[in-house]
């Protein structure tokens, strides 16, 4: 059996909170979004024939704190998504970072999801909103990034929007 050797390290003295990963078509680069525990995100890309370098480590933004996050990469326009949930403060709101390297942009409410939900039947009810879990993907039939969203509550929503008019919507699954 072969052993991996460590092609480098990334010493973050301050913790590791999340990683969220995600790969790029059009340049056929392999990206890590690393979140430390005071909310600092950093990129690190590399090609998938080689290893990772310490040089390709970037400086996104900052959330404080963090509850989750994911990352996307959408093959229709070449953009990359970092999404974040806080965990105080505006809970129930997800966040996006939308990149081509090496322009970022400042971060973007993408949605707050509802505190309450009308049923049938019913005239509504409160629940927390406090966001646990977040996964991401791209869908080319529909080209529109979808963001499953898992509550404290229970509740399990597929957030999507199209990249191209930012049009957001969402859905209790």
């Known amino acids: 059996m072969a052993r991996m050797q460590p092609s480098w390290n990334l010493s973050i003295l301050e913790g590791i909170f999340g990683v969220a990963r995600y790969s790029t078509d059009n340049d056929r680069m392999q990206h890590a979004i690393i979140a430390t525990k005071k909310g600092r995100l950093y990129g690190v890309q590399w090609d998938i024939r080689t290893f990772p370098s310490t040089s390709s480590l970037i400086k996104l933004c900052q959330f404080k704190p963090l509850s989750c996050l994911a ?90 929007y199209n990249n191209k008019n930012h049009r957001v919507h969402q859905r209790i699954i």
């Not at 093959?75 to 966040?95: K, P």
């Open 71 to 160: 990352g996307v990469y959408s093959c229709d326009d070449g953009y990359q998504h970092v999404i974040v949930a806080r965990s105080e403060g505006e809970s129930g709101s997800l966040f996006e970072i939308a990149f081509k390297q090496p322009q970022l942009t400042e971060p973007r409410l993408l949605v707050r999801l509802p505190a309450a939900v009308q049923r049938v039947g019913m005239a509504g009810f409160l629940f927390n909103a406090k966001i646990t879990s977040l996964s991401g993907f791209f869908s080319l039939d529909d080209t529109s990034s979808h963001i499953i969203t898992s509550l404290e509550s229970g509740c399990v929503y597929d957030v999507n």
